[in-house]
Structure formats: structure tokens, C-alpha cells
């Protein structure tokens, strides 16, 4: 099977975790074990989030009293895909010996009339109180949002619209490569290879990236074992099998479940015959069969 694997950006980093370099290894090390699963006898594209890195880095580069002004948020991208990529790469060698393995640095075309440029929703980074948000907002003119009881930065989520590098990544994993892929969603192009401003959606670029490849299966992994019936209530409960047209229509949360659950909705209306699963990490293997997770197929 060819499979594009989606790691959400907490699988690397969790709420409250102090964002060490030790800490995000120990995380890749988790995420791999799963990863190699998937990997035997497959064809495996990994994907990855990068909002907790990105929105960190974005942070030391405003405080740098070095720099006359920060590094846009194209730039971090670029960090980001390199400093997450390595870790991989460096951990699926270890647990992969003799497969080759390599992170293509990834830049995903967007348009400069998106209308997420007027209106900025995806969280980066980490959680402030009002207080510090607001002394953000006055000194860098970030916007923040709240999420939860606290505040977060949000920025521009434009739709991926091409991937750049997507002939090469085709050839690579057709030369029995695997490869990692589209991290943080790839660095945002205007289409004449400048930076843009934002952080692309992972779980949409994720299933750009399974359509274009024609995968088989594009799994989207995060914390949680499944898309629940009912979310936040006592009712809730697990779904095991949907239609696209049945997900579109459940209330999910924009800021988590929603964006995995429209990405595994694109790639099933498009690749009819493949599927797309939504579930826990720690149960990567058994998504394929079936044993976990929610199972998005065309009827």
C-alpha cells in the first residue's frame, strides 16, 4: 500500500510540556514505534504539524534584540520542516536499518487572495494569559485568540493548492524511498517561490499530498482513538465507520477535529476506493484493518 501518515503537531509537543529539545525527542521516539509499524512492506509518506515549534520560534525572533525586524513566518516554516524532519529521519533510520530515508524541504503554492489573509485563525505556539496577550498584541501587532481560558496567536491558514516539490517526492517514494514530506503543512508560496506569510493547514496539505500521490490510505493521527458521536457530551461515543457526506454534517470543533475531519473527507471524495482514518497514534498499525480509529470511505 502507498500511505501518507499525518502526525499532529502534539504528537511532538503537548500542552504544558516544556518545549526542550529532549522533551520533542522523546516524542519523535513515541511517534516512530508506531510509524515503523506502518512501514513494512508499504510505501510511507510521513507528514507533520509544526504550530507549538513555529509559534515558539516566532516568539525567541521577537525578542531578539539582535534582529531589526523578525523572521517571517515563511522562514520559521522552513526551520521547523528542517529541525522536525532530522528527527525523524534520524529516528527511522534507527528503528528502519537499511531503509533509505529522506526529508524533502517542501514549499505548498497558495493563493495571495485567500481570504485567510483577512481573517487569521490557526493557533501557533503557545497559551498566555490576558495580560501578556495583550502586551503581544501591542508590542509585535499579533493577533490572539482565546483558546479555552487562555489566549493563543493565531495566523493566516490559507488553502495548499499545489505542492511544489511533488515530482520529486513521487520519484523518491516510487524508488522505494521513505519519505517525509509537506511538514507544517510546507512553507507558504505565492506560486513564484516567495514566502508568504502564514502556516498552511498539515491535515489539508496531508491529503493534497495522499491525492496527488494517489495513495491508498491517508492516516491522520492524533491524541484521541477516534471521531466521537456526540463530542462533549455524556452520549459520546466512538465513530468506527462514515461516509464523507456523513462527516460533513457532524458539529466537530474548528480548531482540532475539523480540519482532520475535511481532510479525510477531500481524500475519500477523491480517491474513491482508498480510505482515509482518523485515530490515536499509539493505534497506527491497527488503523489500516480497521481495529481503531474512524474509517472515512466513499460509499
Same mark, same amino acid.
Given at each position: ?17 516544556? %518545549?526542550? +529539545? ?6 519523535? #521516539? ?26 515558539? =520560534? ?13 523572521? /517571517? ?16 529521519? #534520524? ?13 524533502? =524541504? ?5 493563493? =495571495? ?6 481573517? %487569521? *485563525? ?13 502586551? &503581544?498584541? *501591542? ?5 490572539? #485568540? ?9 495566523? %493566516?491558514? /490559507?488553502?495548499? #493548492? ?9 520519484? &523518491? ?32 496539505? +496531508? ?43 457532524? /458539529?466537530?470543533? +474548528? ?8 481532510? *479525510? ?14 485515530? +490515536?497514534?499509539?493505534?497506527? %498499525? ?14
Amino acid at each position: 500500500m502507498r500511505i501518507v501518515a499525518a502526525l499532529g503537531g502534539n504528537a511532538l509537543l503537548r500542552r504544558g510540556e516544556r %518545549p526542550d +529539545a529532549a522533551v520533542q525527542v522523546a516524542r519523535v #521516539r513515541e511517534a516512530v514505534r508506531g510509524l515503523a509499524a506502518l512501514a513494512g512492506g508499504n510505501e510511507l509518506i510521513v507528514t507533520h504539524g509544526n504550530g507549538p515549534q513555529v509559534g515558539l =520560534l516566532a516568539v525567541e525572533s521577537a525578542a531578539d534584540p539582535a534582529l531589526s525586524a523578525p523572521y /517571517p513566518l515563511d522562514v520559521l516554516g522552513a526551520e521547523t520542516q528542517g529541525m522536525i524532519g532530522y528527527w525523524l529521519a #534520524r529516528e527511522l533510520r534507527r528503528a528502519l536499518p537499511g531503509r533509505e530515508i529522506v526529508a524533502v =524541504l517542501t514549499e505548498t503554492v497558495v493563493r =495571495l487572495d485567500d481570504p485567510a489573509f483577512r481573517a %487569521p *485563525a490557526k493557533f501557533v505556539g503557545r497559551t498566555y494569559g490576558a495580560a501578556e496577550a495583550g502586551r &503581544l498584541r *501591542a508590542e509585535h501587532g499579533w493577533t490572539l #485568540r482565546r483558546d479555552g481560558a487562555d489566549w493563543r496567536r493565531v495566523v %493566516p491558514s /490559507p488553502e495548499p #493548492r499545489d505542492i511544489v516539490e511533488l515530482p520529486t517526492i513521487a520519484r &523518491l517514494v516510487g524508488e522505494g524511498c521513505l519519505v517525509i514530506a509537506a511538514g507544517g503543512g510546507g512553507v507558504p508560496t505565492g506560486g513564484d517561490h516567495r514566502g508568504v506569510e502564514a502556516v498552511v493547514d498539515k491535515d489539508l496539505a +496531508a491529503a493534497l499530498l495522499a491525492t496527488r500521490l494517489k495513495a491508498d490510505a491517508l492516516l491522520l493521527l492524533t491524541d484521541v482513538p477516534a471521531v466521537m458521536q456526540d463530542h462533549g457530551t455524556a452520549r459520546a461515543r466512538p465513530i468506527r465507520g462514515i461516509t464523507p457526506a456523513g462527516l460533513r454534517r457532524l /458539529p466537530l470543533p +474548528a480548531g482540532s477535529m475539523g480540519p482532520k475531519a475535511e481532510a *479525510a473527507r477531500r481524500f475519500a471524495e477523491h480517491r474513491r476506493g482508498s480510505v482515509a482514518v482518523i485515530g +490515536a497514534l499509539a493505534d497506527a %498499525p491497527a488503523l489500516l484493518s480497521g481495529a481503531a480509529g474512524t474509517r472515512v470511505e466513499a460509499a
